[in-house]
T-cell receptor
Framework: DQQVKQNSPSLSVQEGRISILNCDYTNSMFDYFLWYKKYPAEGPTFLISISSIKDKNEDGRFTVFLNKSAKHLSLHIVPSQPGDSAVYFCAAWVPGNMLTFGGGTRLMVKP | DSGVTQTPKHLITATGQRVTLRCSPRSGDLSVYWYQQSLDQGLQFLIQYYNGEERAKGNILERFSAQQFPDLHSELNLSSLELGDSALYFC?????????????FGSGTRLTVV
């Protein structure tokens, strides 16, 4: 049973445009959500997070939106840059447990 | 360099064999987590240790085992290997049992079973 799902395995956008990566979850106990970025031959690195008590968190070009009623979160990257090309993992956390990851979305930003 | 060290980076072995993957957590981190990433799959949680004790178990096969030593490094042992065990194995560490400071991942061990 996949509690965290990223339904788009890949996404291609033009440099300078907006990238929107989506994530759905089923467990209403999730209290904290994170996005990780992974380049080839490297481990995932933390990108941005959001607490369940918020609906938006912004950090530079990256914004995460949380819609609790829809059990949906999204990551917006504006403007997208070629260096943003990577696999993005959505993750969710229940206090006291480990992170549960989605399947990842491969983002390709074309120059 | 994330501070989490995994060795070896690559491992090729035959079916039926046994291998050991090693992880040294970031300095000061007490929790170690092992994740498996198969081809085009997400990160599947295997097991967590906190300060030497097993804390949580995920979808870890009985052929797999792990431990965390007094110096906090951890080893993941995979035995009776099958072709389907070929994957990237990541170790992550965190300061405590929760998420206060996030997880830091190592660069992974790529296991190929032939």
């Amino acid at each position: 049973d996949q509690q965290v799902k990223q339904n788009s395995p890949s996404l291609s956008v033009q440099e300078g445009r907006i990238s929107i990566l989506n994530c759905d979850y089923t467990n209403s106990m999730f209290d904290y959500f994170l996005w990780y970025k992974k380049y080839p031959a490297e481990g995932p690195t933390f990108l941005i997070s959001i607490s369940s008590i918020k609906d938006k968190n912004e950090d530079g070009r990256f914004t995460v939106f949380l819609n609790k009623s829809a059990k949906h979160l999204s990551l917006h990257i504006v403007p997208s840059q070629p260096g943003d090309s990577a696999v993005y993992f959505c993750a969710a956390w229940v206090p006291g447990n480990m992170l549960t990851f989605g399947g990842g979305t491969r983002l390709m930003v074309k120059p | 360099d994330s501070g989490v060290t995994q060795t070896p980076k690559h491992l090729i072995t035959a079916t039926g064999q046994r291998v050991t993957l090693r992880c040294s957590p970031r300095s000061g981190d007490l929790s170690v987590y092992w994740y498996q990433q198969s081809l085009d799959q997400g990160l599947q949680f295997l097991i967590q240790y906190y300060n030497g004790e097993e804390r949580a178990k995920g979808n870890i096969l009985e052929r797999f085992s792990a431990q965390q030593f007094p110096d906090l490094h951890s080893e993941l042992n995979l035995s009776s290997l099958e072709l389907g065990d070929s994957a990237l194995y990541f170790c992550a560490s965190s300061v405590d049992r929760g998420l206060n400071y996030g997880y830091t991942f190592g660069s992974g061990t790529r296991l190929t079973v032939v």
